[in-house]
């Protein structure tokens, strides 16, 4: 049976921590890691590049409850089930310095690490883009796009996004509303990188196209972060992107869309 959750203050914290409190807060009863995690990327509301995130989510758990005790947000219910800490004590001025020292420190680790995986991913498509024939560049400041090209008196814009393939063979991916609904020089085009150790895979798809996926559902607009989701899935040699009802094979390593 659920029971109601008090609403808990959220300070600023790493991204599973908040997605965990905003699942387990809907949620109102236990749930395991696994499921927290699960729900969170559904939701659009756990943003990783990870292959791993729901080991990603136990141990962030696990950590906050044993750096902080009866000061953590969470509680753990069962072997790895896991609730609110409605009886979440205040932790003492030296001890809570130090706590938030260390997370500030783990949060830039974090944002280093997705830094260099995503401009990894803009110099593999450059590179696709040059050995291509495209007179290709990475832009110097971020400004929406991630490459200008150009070929055949043609200008591209295009943006880069890079994922690791999870425990639940789905790569998500997030676009912020401010860079998808801008207005770009030339055609534009959304590159999504695809990583599994064995093979890395690009889904290239028009603007014309993502336009038509949000507008039919498949691409999830989260209004509480300002964001679309994009989730693909590749399932019996097919590529989907939502669900089975969007198939996007003819986009699969297609460069020839960028024309």
């Known amino acids: 049976m659920k029971y109601k959750i008090q609403k808990i203050k959220i300070t600023k914290m790493n991204k599973f921590r908040t997605a965990a409190i905003q699942i387990l807060t809907e949620a109102g009863q236990p749930l395991h890691y696994k499921e927290i995690t699960k729900l969170a990327l559904d939701k659009g509301i756990l943003e990783t590049e990870g292959a791993t995130p729901d080991a990603s989510m136990n141990a962030q758990l696990i950590t906050d409850i044993n750096k902080k005790g009866e000061g953590s947000d969470f509680i753990k219910?069962?072997?790895?089930?896991?609730?609110?800490?409605?009886?979440?004590?205040?932790?003492?001025?030296?001890?809570?310095?130090?706590?938030?020292?260390?997370?500030?420190?783990?949060?830039?680790?974090?944002?280093?690490?997705?830094?260099?995986?995503g401009?990894?991913?803009?110099?593999?498509?450059?590179?696709?883009?040059?050995?291509?024939?495209?007179?290709?560049?990475?832009?110097?400041v971020d400004s929406g796009m991630d490459i200008i090209a150009t070929k055949n008196n043609k200008l591209f814009s295009i943006q880069v996004k890079t994922a690791n393939a999870n425990a639940y063979d789905t790569y998500n991916f997030d676009v912020r509303k401010i860079s998808f609904e801008k207005d770009y020089a030339g055609n534009?085009?959304?590159?999504?990188?695809?990583?599994?150790?064995?093979?890395?895979?690009?889904?290239?798809?028009?603007?014309?196209?993502?336009?038509?996926?949000?507008?039919?559902?498949?691409?999830?607009?989260v209004q509480s972060y300002k964001k679309y989701r994009v989730k693909i899935d590749i399932r019996d040699d097919k590529i989907y992107l939502g669900n089975r009802n969007h198939e996007m094979k003819y986009y699969l390593n297609n460069w020839d869309v960028i024309k």
């Open 77 to 117: 219910t069962a072997p790895s089930t896991f609730t609110l800490n409605l009886n979440k004590k205040a932790l003492e001025p030296k001890r809570q310095k130090k706590v938030l020292e260390e997370e500030a420190a783990e949060e830039e680790k974090i944002t280093l690490e997705t830094g260099f995986t």
């Open 119 to 140: 401009k990894a991913g803009e110099h593999l498509v450059c590179s696709e883009l040059l050995f291509r024939g495209y007179n290709a560049s990475i832009m110097s």
């Open 188 to 221: 534009t085009f959304y590159v999504f990188i695809l990583k599994r150790k064995a093979q890395t895979q690009f889904l290239i798809i028009p603007l014309h196209e993502m336009e038509k996926k949000v507008a039919e559902k498949a691409i999830v607009y």
